[in-house]
């Protein structure tokens, strides 16, 4: 079981502010606990809750009139979102995305400080190009995130996706920018995400089994 993660002292301020959210990570590193809080109101029945709307600050990948929206909260630590992303995932986009009939959106929901920093640098790269660098962070994970120093090893990565030194280092110590990806957990929380990768599908949670197939029944109900 990992420890608390503690990203210095600016980030107790964000703590308080966020209502005293933290993390450690359950065996399997994929279950945040995290303090009690009060969870979004149902919706009323056939309603998108406000928390699963797309915003203009996410991430989505896909044509935006596509009728099935899926959105998935993740932590780039960990193991069971990388499998999702590698090996679940490229079905979907090849069958859904790019036919237009479904749009994805990535959220972050960091699981510990490596995964906060990680999601702080995805977002210092141009934005047309976010979505590839969350296929290589999650497609080489094995190679950094167990490593004795896994943000130099996530960086010298992302150097050829061109991530300079410096910018990464202006990212990481942006507090605005930690503070919007701790908003972003705190949201997915108020929606009872309490585990990585969480996904929903048209507002409504994704609870069958991870594999190409389950998703691939489901999706085929609801496309056209």
């Not at 950094?144 to 050829?160: I, N, T």
């Not at 942006?174 to 705190?186: C, H, M, P, S, V």
């Amino acid at each position: 079981m990992r420890n608390i993660w503690i990203l210095g002292a600016g980030v107790i301020a964000v703590v308080a502010i966020l209502g005293g959210a933290y993390l450690t990570s359950r065996p399997g590193g994929t279950s945040p606990v995290a303090p009690a809080q009060a969870q979004t109101p149902p919706a009323a029945p056939g309603a998108i809750p406000a928390g699963l709307q797309i915003g203009e600050k996410d991430h989505v990948m896909g044509q935006a009139d596509a009728a099935v929206t899926i959105i998935e909260y993740a932590s780039m630590t960990c193991s069971h979102c990388a499998t999702f992303h590698n090996e679940i995932l490229p079905t979907i986009k090849t069958k859904y995305i790019d036919t237009g009939k479904v749009k994805f959106v990535y959220r972050d929901f960091p699981l510990d400080r490596v995964a906060a920093q990680a999601a702080q640098l995805a977002e210092c790269v141009d934005r047309d190009r976010y979505f590839g660098v969350i296929a290589t962070v999650f497609q080489t994970q094995a190679q950094w995130a167990a490593g004795k120093e896994p943000l130099a090893d996530l960086l010298k990565l992302l150097r050829l996706a061109g991530l300079g030194e410096a910018q990464a280092k202006a990212c990481l110590d942006d507090q605005k920018g930690l503070e919007a990806i701790l908003a972003e957990q705190q949201g997915g929380v108020a929606l009872g995400v309490d585990s990585t990768p969480t996904l929903f599908i048209n507002g409504q949670r994704f609870t069958g089994p991870r594999t190409v197939q389950a998703f691939d029944e489901h999706l085929s109900k609801l496309v056209k």
